[in-house]
């Protein structure tokens, strides 16, 4: 995957189960029955911002966005040229993540109140 087409990258979330599902560019993607959107990518304002910090090696990922069953970051993802890492994570955990160190690339959570927000490194 070229830094073109991380641009072409689409991310969509069913609404119904919370199933992740991507796509390399645009596609009919359904689940549970219904046709799902693709995600729109915003910058994050204070509230949904991560810290990110470079740490042994790491990129170490932290926030005190709340973890709770009604609103929750559900997945951190780190694409870069050729590879996307997604890490899930779950209500009533802490955001803790911890990520390979790849020098550039873009950083993309979800929050399960506010969307898909993104921060390049």
């Known amino acids: 995957m070229t830094n073109g087409n991380m641009k072409k990258m689409r991310f969509y979330r069913c609404p119904a189960c919370g199933n992740l599902l991507f796509s390399t560019d645009d596609a009919d993607v359904t689940c549970c029955g219904a046709k799902l959107t693709n995600l729109v990518m915003h910058k994050p304002d204070e509230e949904n911002a991560l810290q ?70």
């Open 52 to 121: 990110i910090e470079h740490s042994d090696g790491e990129w170490y990922i932290t926030a005190p966005h709340e973890m709770h069953r009604e609103h929750y970051i559900s997945f951190v993802a780190f694409l870069t040229g050729d590879t996307m890492i997604v890490k899930k994570q779950y209500p009533e955990w802490g955001l803790d993540v911890r990520l390979p160190y790849i020098r550039h690339g873009m950083l993309l959570w979800y929050c399960t109140r506010d969307g898909l927000f993104y921060q390049n490194i």
